[in-house]
């Protein structure tokens, strides 16, 4: 792939954002705070423009019939927008993840080595129809000192371009050029963003798992994939009725939409037949529907049969889907399997039981007694977050300021050369932290 392909206009942007980034990657953290405080400032002065722009893109989506929960996501009301803007001043306040000394360390009289966490540089992130997930992802790629290319969901179009219209507004006062940040629209444009190795250090796309791989797919660009949430509650023999009960409402309707809203709830078989009429009244007062395995018909003869797609389907609504299993074993056999690595909770009193599950279950958040709608950079004190990576490798789960950086090793010697530590009279290492 060549940058001939992409459209000017789109390597104009990204030029403008790498030189801009360049120039934040090396600001003190006065002078970013400083900016995140105008973002803040910017973002509370365009609030009125911000909010009208939401309702047009909520009225066109309703019009196109999107589904409820998705709405709800693409919703900013007064109270999600002052949460917001809260949010970007508590990134402000956190301390600096930049210029940290990771390893100081003496090699030999003289020679001493340090690594030292520094920006990525470019960000490309690729998000869904939620307006507030580009403040969050502002807030942190300035405090880590990235530029970021933010492309949104289409539903949200109105509202982001409000949004980040409001947060140049505010840089221009500041050290940061309004430049590092940027927004596109059309998928076009995502197309030519990963073309733009050139320019941008690393593409985080938050979307389905096809959607993560096709990304993988079409980029020489590192990719950090925040894919889809198949999240799992299950419910152990010794669990405490009640607190499944709560637990189990909880991760699924408090944001169904969510990526860490549980999607199958897996039962032991001989909890089931106490559990289940339980959890399945409490589930319908909130207007869930259940489907559920042979063995979980017969309990619950009113709900309509499961089959193999609904294990590996995120319904993103009010949807549950309940198998009942004979063991923590087969509990875990069926999480590894249809499972995305996100975030997955057991509900037991028995701690070796749970103790089992956090170390057999290869998921990005093993959760025990708690709701999986805790998988959230906010909740885990990170001021914010860019999005949940479901990757393998680091950074896994929410993703915060820690998640922005990498690290250089900077050398300093007086005239040492190698061949001094090799050969017969090899001179050895100290290697002395300091
Ligand atoms: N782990 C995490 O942090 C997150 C995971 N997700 C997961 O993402 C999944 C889908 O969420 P949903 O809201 O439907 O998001 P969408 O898949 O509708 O959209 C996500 C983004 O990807 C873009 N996109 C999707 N398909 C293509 C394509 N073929 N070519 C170019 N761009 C594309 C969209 O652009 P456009 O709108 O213009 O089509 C949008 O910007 C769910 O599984 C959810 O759990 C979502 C958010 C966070
Ligand atoms: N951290 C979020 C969930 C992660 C996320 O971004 O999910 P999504 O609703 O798919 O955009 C939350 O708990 O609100």
Redesign the pocket.
Known sequence: MTIVEVAPSLVSIAEKTRAAASKLAILSTEAKNEAIAAIAQGLESAREEILQANVADCQAAAAEGIAKP?YK?LQLDEHKLRDAIAGVRDVGKLADPIGKVQIHRELDTGLVLKRISCPLGVLGI?????PE?AIQIVSLAIKSGNGVIL?????AVRSCEAIVKAIKQGLSQTAVSPDAVQLL???EE??GLLKLDKYVDLII?????S?VR?VQENTRIPVLG????ICHAYIDQAADINKAVEITVDAKIQYA???NAIETLLVHQAIAGEFLPKVAAALAANHVELKGDQRTLEILPNIAPATEVDWET?Y?DLILSVKIVDSLEDAIAHINQYGSR?TDAIITENIATAESFFGLVNSAGVFHNCSTRFADGFRYGFGA?V????QQMPPRGPVGLEGLVTYKYQMTGNGHIVASYTGSNAKAFIHRDL
């Open positions: 998705l996501r690729i998000f869904e129809a939620r997930a492309k949104c969901g289409k539903e629209t059309t998928r995502t197309v796309p938050r979307g389905s798992n959607f096709f925040h894919a889809d949430g939409a969510a990526c995120e993103s996100h977050e999005g949940i990576s479901t």
